[in-house]
């Protein structure tokens, strides 16, 4: 990795500049460029940003370029794509942006970069296995930010419902950052004690569960429909996941990544815990799931198998 902390965002639209804000506020690099097909939006945010830089951690250098700034580059975050509208899934983006993301690959791959792709543009885990497969990169250094954001509402939810720091929430969701995801319950925590128990402690509903993971479905429509996007909550989990790589953390995080096997399936990406250093995803932490959840991951695979065959792949060979 460079010893200069520098990162390229491919996408100065909502997402794209709240994870710049975030990076900012935080100080997370030395570095940033946008990167946009509007370019006057990328300068535009270039100076916006550019004015709290007297008020930010640290130095930060800031600018608006062009693709082959990725050629030195740590990590190449993509956000760029046609946004979710209201009452559309993720995966009926699928064929649109997969165009967008193919174009968007080959022109960073010809700068010459050689370091880790975040992927943030929906469908996620369809967007993700994209850039791998035209990239040609290691599929360690190509990552989807998966249920990164799902599982953060997972955990804050929980925390509100348990009255609980969500810092000491240790759960997760598992699967399509979509409308196929999954809760394994029996390997969520509270601190070091079961969930589970917790609950049957404190006289808890056992169905309320099912509410607060409803809830997290229904969470980006809700805010689609109240705000037309959603952008500061996944600024802030691809900040997370940038400074698990940047900062060598062998941080256990939900991302999307390829799957090899290790919960029975293969060939896609998809949201699982995974361990995130400085050279992208580790390893992949494997979970025993019971037989129920075990079908239901099965079947989120089963969708992202589907529209590889019927959407990604024929455009990809295009």
């Known amino acids: 990795m460079n010893t200069k902390r520098k990162i390229v965002i491919v996408g100065a639209g909502f997402v794209g500049s709240s994870f710049a804000y975030s990076l ?25 940003l550019s004015d709290g830089l007297p008020y ?37 983006l699928a064929v649109e942006n997969t165009k967008i993301i193919k174009e968007i690959t080959e022109n960073v791959v010809n700068s010459g970069f050689k370091g880790i792709f975040i992927i943030a543009t929906n469908p996620v885990d369809l967007m993700s296995y994209v850039v791998a497969k035209v990239s040609g990169f290691p599929t360690s250094r190509v990552i989807g930010s998966g249920t990164v954001l ?23 969701i598992l699967g399509e950052h979509g409308d196929s995801s999954l809760v394994p319950w029996e390997h969520c925590y509270v601190g070091c004690k079961k969930m589970f128990e917790v609950m049957q402690d404190n006289n808890y509903e056992m169905e309320d569960l099912e509410k607060i993971h409803n809830k997290v479905w229904n969470a980006a429509y809700e805010i689609i429909e109240k705000k037309q996007a959603t952008y500061y909550g996944i600024g802030m989990a691809l900040n997370r996941i940038v400074k698990a790589i940047l900062n060598n953390e062998q941080a256990i995080l939900t991302v999307s990544t390829y799957q090899n096997g290790e919960y029975g399936n293969e060939g896609m990406y998809i949201g699982v815990p995974a361990i995130i250093d400085r050279d992208g995803v580790n390893d992949i932490l494997k979970l025993k799931l019971n037989k129920v959840d075990q079908e239901k991951f099965d079947h989120s695979c089963e969708i992202m ?12 060979k295009e």
Not at 62 to 83: F, H, P, Q, S, W
Not at 305 to 316: A, E, L, V
């Open 150 to 172: 799902d599982t953060a509402r997972l955990r804050y939810l929980i925390a509100e419902y348990l009255e609980v720091s969500s810092k000491n929430i240790h759960a997760y």
């Open 305 to 316: 198998r589907k529209n590889i065959k019927n959407s990604i792949d024929p455009i990809i």
């Open 24 to 48: 900012l506020n935080q100080g997370t690099v030395d570095e940033l460029v946008l990167i946009d097909i509007n370019k006057d939006k990328a300068i535009g945010e270039e100076m916006d």
């Open 56 to 92: 930010a951690p640290h130095k930060m250098v800031i600018k608006a370029g062009e693709y082959r700034e990725c050629a030195d580059a740590n990590i190449v975050v993509i956000t760029a794509g046609l946004a979710q509208k209201e009452g559309q899934s993720r995966l009926e």
